[in-house]
C-alpha cells in the first residue's frame, strides 16, 4: 500500500465511507494524508474558575462542591454539579448522561474542559469531556487533537482512524524536495511533516510540520506557474493611438471629477499604451475607488483610433452590469462607439450574431465573460485587453485572451490587496498602479459591531430602509464544516427573515452550491429593486454595483477576516444614500471587539489587512484565514508571507541552476511537479 492505493483498502473504510470520502475529494491514500486538519483542538493548562469566560473553551481543575443533582424529564435527564475551586464556583451540566450521578463523587477532584456559557445570568459549563480522577488529564495536557471539515455521513473520529493507519502504517512518499534546500531553507522532513501536520505532539512539530508544508506548496505553485507561464520577454508596442481627444473630452463630460489618483493612474495607461512597449499593468484599487472609468477610458482610446478593445468579468451578472452602464455612458456622451455583449448563457443564435460583428469589427468594445476567450470568438484588430476581477481569473485565462489578438496591450484590475511580494511572484510580468483615494464625494458608511442582543433592532431597521426604497444584504453565520450544511443554514436564515420581515419585503438567497444562471437571476433581481433583502454567503463578494443597496448586516463577523468584512463592505456606500454596515459578533471577547475595531477606524484595505494580521500575531496559527486570494491548503498569502518571499528565491535558483530541472538530485521534484500540473491543482489554487 501507498499514497496511490484507494483508500478502501484501509481498515474500516467501507463502501459507504468511501463514498463519503470521495464527496470530500479523497480518492487515494495520498489524498487523504494530503487532507489537512481545518483546525486543532488544544488541551491546554487548567484556568482558575474564576478566570472561565463566557464563548471560551477552557478546562478547570476543582472539587464536586454538594449534591450531583438528576432533573428532567425520561427522554432528557439532566444532571448538574457546582465545581468549586479558590477562586469561585461554576455550574456544570450535562444532557442524557444519568450514570454520571453513580460514577462522580461529592468532594471528589475533577477536571472538566467545555465551553462555558451564559445561563439565564449563570456562567455555565456545558456538556464538558470529564478527566475523573483529575490526573488523566496530564496526558492530554498540551496535545493537539486534529479537527477535519467534515461532510454528513463522517465524523470527526471516523477520519482520525482512516488518517492514523494511513500515516502510521504505510511507506509514505519520498521526499521530493532536494536536501541543499531543505538544508537551507530549515525544512523538516517529508513523513515528519506529514505525521506532524494531523497528529502532532506538541505545537513545536506542529510549526515546524507546517512551515515545511506551506513553503513545498508555495514552491510547488510558483515553479508551476513559471512552467505554463513561459518567457516574459517584452513585446514592441504595434499600435498607435494619435487621436487622444476625445478621451479628454470624455472625462469633461463626466458628472464628476476624476480623483486625483485616478488621473494618475490614467495618465499611465495612457503613457504605457502609446509607449515603446506592449502595456501590461495591475490596476489595484480599493473598491469603489472607480477603476471601470479607467478601464473605459482605455477602451474608447483604442476604439477611437479604429482598434477594438475587450473587458472580460469574472461572472455574468458583473459583464452585464458593465456592458449596460458603459454602452449608456458612451450614448449620453455621444462617442460613436459600438458595443457588444458575449456571455455563455447567450443563445447559439444571439452568439453567432456576436462573433460576426466582432470579427467584422463592428464592434468596437467587446464586454463579457469567458465566452470572449473561446476559439469562436476572432477579433479584427484587438489592441486593448481589461480584465475585472482578476484574482478570479487564472493566469492562464488572461494569456489567452492576450492570443487572441497580436499582442494587444493588457490592463488588469483587482481590488484585493495583495501582498507586493505575491503581485511579483504572480504577475511578476505586470506593472503595478494604485488607485489609493476614494471619490470625494462619497458619504462615509456608518459601521457599528453589535452582538446578538442587537439582532431584533438589526431587522427592524432593515425594514424601515426597505421602506424608504433601499435595498440590504444579509450576509449568514459561516458552516465551515460543509458547503451542503451551508446551504441549508442560508435557505433556512432566508425563510426565518421572510417571516420576520412580513410579506411586502421580498427576501431571496444565494449560496455556493446554486447553479451559475440561477445565481445569475437573483443577482439580477436584485439590481432591478425587484428583491429587497439579499442573504447570502460571501458569494457577493465580488464587484456588484448596486448603488440602491444601503444596508449590509454580516451575521458572526468574528468568523471572518478583516480584508474580507472590508470587502463585503464595499458593497454598500456606493450611491448616494447613507449606508450602513452592521458586524453581529457571536463574541464577546475583548481580542473580537478590538479586531472589529479595526474596520471601523480605517476604509483602507490595505491598512485593514496588515492590522489585522498584526493584532494577531504570527502566533496565532490557527487564525482565521485571511484572503480567500488564493486557494493554498495550509498557506496564507498574508500570514506566510515571508514563507512565500523564500519560497520565490528558492524556486529563482532551482531554475537558475536548473531551468528544466534534469539534475538527478531534482528527480522527484520533477515528477512531483508533473503530478501537481496534471491534477489541476494549481488552476484551482488559482
Ligand atoms: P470599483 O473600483 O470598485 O470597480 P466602480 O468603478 O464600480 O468601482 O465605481 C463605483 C462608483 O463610483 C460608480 O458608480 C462610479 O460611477 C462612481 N465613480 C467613479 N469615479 C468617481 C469619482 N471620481 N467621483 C465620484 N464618483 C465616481
Ligand atoms: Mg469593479
Known amino acids: 500500500m501507498n499514497e496511490l492505493s484507494w483508500v478502501s483498502e484501509l481498515k474500516g473504510v467501507g463502501e459507504k465511507t468511501e463514498k463519503i470520502f470521495a464527496k470530500l475529494g479523497i480518492h487515494t491514500v495520498g489524498d487523504l494524508i494530503r487532507y489537512y486538519p481545518r483546525t486543532y483542538d488544544v488541551y491546554e493548562s487548567p484556568v482558575p474558575v474564576a478566570e472561565a469566560e463566557e464563548g471560551k473553551i477552557v478546562t478547570v481543575t476543582g472539587s464536586i462542591f454538594g449534591n450531583i443533582q438528576l432533573t428532567g424529564t425520561r427522554n432528557m435527564q439532566i444532571t448538574t454539579l457546582t465545581l468549586k475551586d479558590i477562586t469561585g464556583n461554576l455550574k456544570v451540566i450535562w444532557f442524557r448522561m444519568p450514570f454520571l450521578k453513580n460514577m462522580l463523587r461529592g468532594g471528589g477532584i475533577i477536571t472538566l474542559r467545555g465551553k462555558v456559557s451564559n445561563r439565564r445570568g449563570l456562567l455555565t459549563m456545558e456538556q464538558p469531556e470529564i478527566f475523573y480522577p483529575s490526573a488523566k488529564y496530564e496526558e492530554k495536557l498540551d496535545t493537539l487533537q486534529p479537527v477535519y471539515t467534515l461532510t454528513a455521513g463522517i465524523t470527526n473520529t471516523a477520519i482520525i482512524k482512516a488518517v492514523k493507519q494511513a500515516v502510521e502504517y504505510l511507506d509514505l512518499k519520498q521526499e521530493f524536495l532536494p536536501s541543499s534546500l531543505r538544508l537551507k531553507y530549515h525544512l523538516s522532513e517529508y513523513n515528519y511533516a506529514i505525521r506532524g501536520i494531523h497528529f502532532p505532539e506538541d505545537k513545536e512539530q506542529y510549526y515546524y510540520a507546517r512551515e515545511r508544508l506551506v513553503f513545498e506548496e508555495f514552491l510547488v505553485f510558483i515553479l508551476s506557474l513559471r512552467q505554463i507561464k513561459g518567457t516574459d520577454e517584452r513585446n514592441r508596442n504595434q499600435f498607435g493611438f494619435p487621436k487622444q481627444a476625445e478621451t479628454e473630452a470624455f472625462i469633461k463630460k463626466l458628472p464628476y471629477e476624476l480623483t486625483k489618483a485616478q488621473r494618475k493612474v490614467w495618465e499611465e495607461i495612457k503613457s504605457d499604451m502609446t509607449g515603446e512597449y506592449v502595456m501590461s499593468r495591475l490596476v489595484q484599487g480599493d473598491v469603489g475607488s472607480g477603476k471601470t472609468v479607467i478601464a473605459l477610458l482605455g477602451l474608447i482610446l483604442a476604439g477611437m483610433n479604429g482598434y477594438q478593445g475587450a473587458m472580460m468579468a469574472p461572472t455574468e451578472v458583473l459583464a452585464k452590469q458593465h456592458y449596460e452602464s458603459i454602452t449608456e455612458m458612451l450614448e449620453d456622451y455621444k462617442i460613436p462607439l459600438k458595443t457588444e455583449i458575449l456571455t455563455g448563457s447567450m443563445t447559439a443564435k444571439e452568439k453567432r450574431l456576436a462573433y460576426e460583428k466582432i470579427e467584422s469589427g463592428e464592434a468596437d468594445i467587446i464586454i463579457g465573460t469567458h465566452a470572449l476567450i473561446q476559439d469562436k470568438a476572432k477579433y479584427k484588430n484587438l489592441a486593448l485587453v481589461v480584465t475585472d476581477e482578476q484574482h478570479r481569473f487564472g493566469v492562464k485565462q488572461r494569456e489567452e485572451l492576450a492570443e487572441k489578438g497580436n499582442m494587444p496591450h493588457i490592463l488588469v484590475m483587482s481590488a484585493t490587496p495583495i501582498p507586493r511580494t505575491l503581485a511579483i511572484i504572480l504577475y511578476g510580468d505586470l506593472d503595478i498602479s494604485v488607485i489609493d483615494e476614494l471619490p470625494a464625494n462619497r458619504l462615509p458608511i456608518k459601521n457599528c459591531v453589535v452582538d446578538t442582543g442587537y439582532r431584533q433592532t438589526a431587522y427592524e431597521f432593515i425594514r424601515k430602509q426597505t421602506i424608504q426604497g433601499r435595498q440590504c444584504y444579509v450576509i449568514c453565520p459561516m458552516v465551515e464544516e460543509s458547503e451542503t450544511l451551508e446551504a441549508e443554514n442560508v435557505t433556512d436564515y432566508a425563510k426565518m427573515l421572510k417571516e420576520e420581515l412580513g410579506e411586502s419585503i421580498t427576501v431571496e438567497y444565494l449560496h455556493g452550491k446554486m447553479k451559475q444562471v440561477q445565481k445569475d437571476e437573483i443577482m439580477e433581481r436584485f439590481s432591478r429593486n425587484e428583491i429587497q433583502v439579499l442573504v447570502s454567503t460571501t458569494v457577493i463578494e465580488v464587484g456588484i454595483n ?105 524556486a529563482d535558483e532551482l531554475l537558475a541552476a536548473d531551468p528544466d530541472l534534469k539534475f538527478p538530485e531534482h528527480k522527484n521534484l520533477k515528477e512531483h511537479l508533473q503530478s501537481y500540473i496534471k491534477s489541476g491543482m494549481l488552476q484551482t489554487t488559482l
Request: proline share 2%; charged share 25%.
Open 546 to 650: 448596486v448603488p440602491n443597496a444601503t444596508v449590509m448586516m454580516v451575521e458572526n463577523a468574528e468568523r471572518f477576516g478583516l480584508s474580507q468584512l472590508h470587502q463585503l463592505r464595499g458593497r454598500v456606500g456606493r450611491g448616494k444614500h447613507q449606508s450602513y454596515c452592521i458586524f453581529m459578533s457571536g463574541s464577546k471577547t475583548k481580542e473580537t471587539k478590538q479586531r472589529l475595531e479595526i474596520l471601523n477606524k480605517s476604509n483602507d484595505g490595505f491598512f485593514i489587512a496588515s492590522e489585522d494580521l498584526k493584532l494577531r500575531g504570527p502566533g496565532d496559527l490557527f487564525g482565521i484565514r485571511q484572503s480567500g486570494i488564493l486557494d493554498f491548503k495550509l498557506g496564507d498569502v498574508f500570514q506566510d508571507a515571508k514563507l512565500l518571499q523564500s519560497a520565490s528565491e528558492a
